[in-house]
């Protein structure tokens, strides 16, 4: 296949399709607005699912390496109390059903990947415009330009590419996190450390809880949550970060301190997370030569899947291109009548997640999610 792929966005999604293509002989150039593979934190722990996430790496040709990553017994989960009572504790059973690893390493595996040079560091799409014959052109925020004859957005929630399809825009939930981290929690936070346990915490209440993960080196990776309008945040000055971080635990006072510190006693400044979602059942006509993938196509309120399914898209869209090397809209309109379903059933199952995390019924709605007890809607 002559025609290059051009992919606009080097996250999980962008680079499984780069992967994926690769591994079927099809050239792709992906354009990534940060500066390197290391400037800025990668985000947390990704338990990558048996459906979509797994088989998406089977297609990358990428399992072997990827059990590499997996931390053993971080599968385990314990829901609490605000006071600290153990509410549901759930050991890693061992059996690897949704094994854990980390955002950053498993980005930096697809990335070795890849041919030396497919992803091209420092490029933020700008404007982006039909040339018409399905061709398009990006340009730069440096000034520069690539024409593509098919173009991928895998740029996230704030997409470039989506208006080309698109006049839908990502809309606040009503929920924020705020992001912190304790480093060498055991020694240096023993009792956050054990209140976390191996591998998550939930410690939930109706519209507000603190959820913490622990990471590889021990490292506790916390959000907490607030169900606040925006501007209730912009009243809080992250440039000041102990005082940034007492006025969020104060929306935690009376919760045991072994939970509040993961947020007071925090190694790193607090940053804001608000979170957003595109409408259930986002879709788009055929459009030629360009289409979306992840987040760009169906953002949806975090449920754990939003990483699966992203690399899942990008599997699915680098299969259809390299079965149809000649035929190109045969390859996105294939893709795409697979996509709407899959993502429509995805964003109302988030909806229905997030709903039980943080609705009125929670902690034991969220009980009954973990232990396979919810009702469905």
């Keep these: 296949m002559n025609t290059p792929v051009t992919i606009i966005g080097a996250g999980l999604g962008g680079l499984t399709l780069a992967r994926v293509l690769h591994v079927h002989g099809v050239p792709s150039t992906v354009y990534e607005a940060e500066p390197s593979p290391t400037a800025r934190t990668q985000g947390g722990m990704l338990d990558i699912h048996h459906d979509n996430g797994r088989p998406a790496l089977q297609a990358a040709g990428l399992i072997e390496e990827f059990r590499g990553l997996i931390l053993e017994g971080r599968q385990a989960t314990r829901v609490l109390a605000p006071d600290g009572t153990v509410l549901l504790d759930e050991p890693d059973d061992g059996t690897g059903g949704r094994p854990e690893v980390q955002r950053g390493a498993l980005r930096q595996m697809l990335l070795d990947s890849l041919p030396a040079g497919t992803v091209r560091w420092g490029r933020k799409a700008g ?55 304790l480093l060498d929690g055991d020694t240096r936070h023993p009792a956050s450390a054990k209140a976390v346990g191996g591998g998550a915490l939930l410690a939930l209440v109706p519209g507000k809880g603190i959820q913490a993960h622990r990471e590889s080196g021990g490292t506790l990776h916390t959000y907490a949550a607030l169900s ?120 109302t199952e988030a909806a229905r997640d997030f709903d039980l995390c943080f609705g009125d019924n929670t902690p034991h709605s969220l009980i009954a999610l973990l232990t396979g007890n919810a009702q469905p809607h």
């Design 127 to 181: 404007a982006v415009r039909a040339l018409g014959g399905g061709r398009h052109q990006v340009t730069f925020a440096d000034g520069t330009t690539a024409t593509a004859d098919l173009l991928v957005g895998a740029d996230g929630a704030w997409s470039r590419v989506r208006p080309l399809l698109s006049d839908a825009a990502p809309e606040y939930v009503g929920i924020s996190f705020i992001e912190t981290y």
């Design 228 to 347: 606040k309008p925006q501007d209730w945040f912009t009243g809080i000055d992250l440039t000041e970060p102990a005082a940034a971080t007492a006025r969020i635990a104060r929306e935690f006072d009376g919760w045991a301190p072994e939970l509040t510190a993961l947020l007071t006693d925090g190694d790193t400044a607090p940053v804001l997370r608000p979170l957003n979602a595109l409408p259930k059942g986002h879709r788009w006509d055929r459009t030629p030569g360009v289409t979306l993938l992840g987040d760009a196509a169906h953002l949806s309120p975090p449920n754990g899947e939003g990483a699966n399914l992203a690399m899942f898209d990008g599997a699915e869209l680098g299969k259809a291109i390299a079965a149809h090397p000649d035929d190109t809209e045969a390859a996105l309109t294939e893709y795409e009548q697979a996509l709407f379903p899959r993502s429509t059933e995805a964003a």
